[in-house]
């Protein structure tokens, strides 16, 4: 816990190798400082910043990119910070900054602009420092619960004190009660087709006989001779017309009567017999 680390203990959160730092004009009374008054184009110094650690406090330090000589630190003892750490008023990328000297006891700081190239160095810098003191208070709740225990709660069963479990399986129940519900007609395929509406009014003609038209085959009736319902509209009498009889077809044929060996036609004057 932090109350465990030293106080010489050094961790380093967050080292941003670039940081532009400008001298402040003075301020307007009751408007905060804006960026836009600092002649960004020209920076007063520029360096790398490191965010560190020694036991509770958070420190950012400003120091040389080459050699690491401080040009200054910021001690902040909380956050979001009133005094220590204050945002510009136009943009995200600047801060305002109280630099205090370590070895002067007497209390004098100055303030500084800071700006990042990118607002991505902007958002590291403000989550670093607040996940810092985010952990500080966890740390120090914590604390305070090891000191202050809480009284245990007994969660033990008593005598003759039973515990009732209902082990409702609510998946199985409803796939029951779906298969217990009957099914009802959609309107969809029913897997019966009914028959064709011409059906009711055709009928096959006997053989040899050939219907003039389709309402030619007379009333329709069922098996046995049992009309059809009233509901069904008979149709107009049957016409039929006889077909030429096909029994003496080979009379007329070319080669004559086989009925004998003996009888000849005229036509057979050019056979050749054999004897």
């Known amino acids: 816990m932090s109350s465990n680390l030293p106080d010489d203990y050094e961790r380093i959160l967050l080292v941003k190798p670039v940081v532009s730092v400008y001298k402040l004009p003075p301020r307007g009374a009751n408007r ?13 110094w520029k360096g790398r910043m490191r965010i560190v650690t020694l036991g509770e406090k958070c420190i950012i330090r400003l120091e040389d990119s080459n050699n690491g000589k401080l040009f200054g630190e910021c001690p902040i003892d909380d956050w ?5 750490v204050e945002a510009v008023i136009d943009s995200s990328r600047y801060f305002v900054l109280r630099l205090v000297d370590p070895k002067d006891l ?25 996940d810092h003191f985010k952990w ?34 609510t998946n199985s129940g409803e796939r029951r009660g779906s298969e217990s519900k009957p099914r009802t007609n959609t309107g969809g395929f029913t897997g019966i087709l009914p028959p064709p ?8 003609p006997p053989p040899g006989v050939k219907a003039t038209s389709k309402q030619d085959l007379g009333p329709l009736s069922r098996v046995g001779g049992t009309p059809m319902p009233h509901d069904v509209p008979a149709p107009s009498p049957v016409t039929f017309r006889q077909e030429p009889a096909t029994d003496n077809l080979l009379d007329d044929d070319q080669w004559g009567s086989f009925s004998s060996s003996t009888n000849t036609s005229t036509n057979q004057s050019n056979w050749v017999s054999f004897s």
């Not at 509406?197 to 096959?204: A, D, H, K, W």
Request: aromatic share 8%; hydrophobic share 35%.
């Open 32 to 44: 905060g400082f804006r960026a836009a008054d600092w002649k960004l184009e020209f920076p007063d």
């Open 80 to 84: 979001p910070s009133v005094t220590a």
């Open 106 to 130: 007497s209390g004098r700081h100055a303030f500084i602009g800071v700006g990042f190239a990118d607002r991505g160095d902007s958002f590291d810098f403000n989550v670093a420092i607040s």
């Open 136 to 169: 500080l208070k966890q740390s120090k709740e914590i604390e305070k619960e090891d000191q202050n225990p809480k009284p245990a709660v007994d969660l033990s069963l008593k005598a003759g004190q039973t515990i009732t479990i209902n082990l409702k399986n």
């Open 197 to 204: 509406p011409s059906s009711l009014n055709t009928r096959v």
